[in-house]
């Protein structure tokens, strides 16, 4: 049976992310195709609104994409029984490949045993003292593999025994892994590799719809759909291409894709919004049945309550990571109605953001905190990046932070400055 269509947004999912591999599944199933959204990571407040009040259930969650011993495991080798005869184990290899044989006792595996140590019974059975069973020659393997472990840690040579809670499964093979049909996926709003699922290069990328710059860390084996725009959000991409195939959106569809064009522009204030974000927002609205800015401050306010996360969370909130080839970073965002209370816990989270940064050796670690009523952003960040971040953003940095008005988009506003200085 062929595997299901993965569609699925970036790790540390915003509501873009979540929202538009939902509505990009259900077109492609609705045109017949047997896809299912999946997301990376937990969903943030802003998002688990919108999916309640459009009564839709999230996705579920897949942490990586490497095939698993599970997918390549031969369960139709049966194995001995410890208290198999020498003549039922000189059977079992001769009906078998491979140097050795799995073996159970009472139901539970036991340990295998070698061909060569059955061959060496030989001189034992001419002179009389043939073992009743072959129990007395299983021993413990060196290795052993459960179905979760990752297919390409199989060395390359030798055939392997799979236990799961201590009863035999079967048996697997590199050979066996390389032969596993490879996961196709669909990504959606994101296209560098730092940003995907880990594993995918033992994936198959079907399609990459986005609306961020091209990173140029992914490849494929052949030709794929790929549809970039300059738009505001992703879900706009993914609205137009219900109205290119002429299938209606359905109403919780027409919510969530809202609920993402309002995120992601924060309600048309961000700089990256468009003309066509704002009408593709004003049909989804009619679709979906609420008025776009009465929706929208109640959604804006529900992903702006940040005050039972901690220190920590804050930091990774909607965390990216990019990088210029030479140097690793991550800018995290929360979007607030008032940045004061933040501000005044500006030495912990610096504190946080550090822990983060050092854990993975980043060179830099950045949150914005934005004000959705200002419409600006107070940009702190740990690690020794004053020179480059004074010289993006031509300002003094005054420990560890610059302010930074009209300031709300990530992606155009504070990405490209950085990577421009790094240069």
Not at 1 to 15: L, S
Not at 48 to 71: C, G, I, N, R
Request: include cysteine; charged fraction near 25%.
């Amino acid at each position: 049976m062929a595997k299901q269509i993965f569609v699925t947004g970036h790790k540390n999912p915003d509501t873009d992310s979540i929202c538009s591999s939902i509505a990009y599944a259900k077109l492609k199933q609705l045109q017949g195709v047997d896809a299912v959204p999946i997301r990376a990571g937990d969903i943030n407040k802003e998002t688990a609104f919108a999916l309640e009040y459009f009564h839709v259930e999230p996705q579920q969650v897949v942490t990586d994409f490497y095939v698993k011993v599970s997918d390549a495991v031969y369960t139709d080798i049966e194995p001995l029984l410890a208290s198999a005869s020498l003549k039922d184990a000189a059977k079992w290899f001769d009906a078998h490949e491979g140097g050795a044989a799995p073996v159970i006792d009472n139901g539970n595996f036991a340990g295998i045993l070698d061909r060569a140590s059955l061959a060496g019974e030989f001189i034992n059975t001419v002179a009389g003292r043939e073992l009743s069973t072959v129990k007395a020659l299983v021993h413990d393997p060196e290795v052993t593999f459960g179905p979760g472990d990752n297919g390409h840690d199989v060395p390359a040579d030798g055939r392997f025994v799979v236990v799961d809670g201590g009863k035999y499964v079967g048996m697997v093979c590199a050979d066996g892994v390389a032969a596993v049909e490879k996961q196709q996926v669909i990504l959606v709003d994101h296209n560098e590799k730092k940003q995907v699922i880990d594993g995918i290069d033992e994936a198959e990328i079907i399609t990459v719809l986005d609306h961020h710059r091209i990173g140029g860390t992914l490849y494929t084996d052949g030709p794929i759909f790929i549809l970039f725009k300059p738009v505001g959000c992703t879900a706009t991409i993914v609205t137009e291409l219900y109205e290119q195939a002429h299938i209606a959106v359905p109403k919780e569809i027409a919510g969530l894709l809202l609920s993402a064009v309002i995120s992601d522009t924060v309600l048309f204030r961000s700089p990256t919004c468009t003309p066509q974000d704002k009408e593709t927002a004003e049909k989804l609205a009619t679709a979906a049945g609420v008025d776009i800015q009465a929706y929208g401050m109640e959604l804006l306010k529900a992903g702006a309550n940040v005050s039972d996360l901690t220190p920590d969370q804050i930091a990774r909130n909607d965390m990216k990571e990019f990088s210029n080839g030479s140097k690793t970073f991550t800018i995290s965002q929360v979007q607030v109605m008032d940045t004061s209370e933040l501000l005044a816990q500006k030495t912990v989270l610096l504190s946080a953001l550090e822990k983060m940064r050092a854990a993975k050796s980043y060179d830099a670690s950045f949150l914005m905190i934005t004000s959705i009523i200002d419409e600006s952003t107070n940009l702190i960040f740990a690690g020794d990046m004053e020179d480059t971040v004074s010289k993006a953003f031509a300002k003094d940095v005054l420990s560890k932070e610059v302010y930074l008005p009209n300031v709300m988009s990530r992606k155009k506003q504070i990405v490209p400055p950085i990577l421009a200085a790094l240069k």
